[in-house]
């Protein structure tokens, strides 16, 4: 017979041994580290019942906001900074660069329009200052990666991603383009503006509790692809927008903070973004909402 477990501390050698017959080697190695950690945080934080009770009813909360518009999963991994620090620890940058990598957010959606270069994705009416945006892909090498897909999503100069908003079309500020045989790359679309993240859920409770703001600087979010390459997620963030000091999702690395230059006579504003990209499997992420 195993021993039963008689204090707090003689707990966890009872549940590691009880996982530690997993066949898949990495599930046990992560549940135990969890696991191993989970204890040492109850233990040294004196959790409560009523304090455990709060934290099972957050989780069942943020699983219950999540929805076809949202997924509140994502966005309190995001606003715990693990979202940030799983990107940056996968993606750590190539030739000696900073990583360009960016969490994915709770609002990328698979298949956007594929778009012609110079189309402009802000469609049917949406007001805002024209931005045109360029830039090359280039590989490990920094030889120029033709055909490499550039798919790009932003929020609307009001502050709403389309699908949050019944006045956008579907699929508005949103498109794939492909890169030419130098590997340059050219869309157009309005100044992006800052915008909330979802507050009308259990991690705006929690960001209040934490006086916290929701207010993400602007930013372009970019999802760069070439067969033979690793899938890159990105966002830019244009020099001297507001809160780029405190984004609630800790998104804005020094190397994701971009320059626009501003409209001069006929020519609108304009941002170069290029982006490298490292070899590895072309791997998607699912869609955090259809
Ligand atoms: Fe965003």
Redesign the pocket.
Known sequence: MNPLPTTPESLLPLVLAAMDRAPDSRLRELMASLVTHLHRFVIESRVSEAEFERAVAFLVGIGQATGPTKNEVILASDLLGVSTLVALLNNPGSSGLDSDAALL?P?WRANAPVCAPGTNIAREGTQGELLAVSGTVRGEGGQPVAGAEVDVWQ?SPVGLYENQDPNQPDMNLRGRFKTDAEGRYALRTVRPAGYPVPTDGPCGELLRAQVRHPY?PA?L?FMVSAPGHKVLISQVFPEGSENLDSDPVFGVTAALVGRIEPARGATPAQLVRDFQLSPGETVFPHPPIP
Request: hydrophobic share 35%.
């Open positions: 957010g609002f929020a993400r930013h979010h």
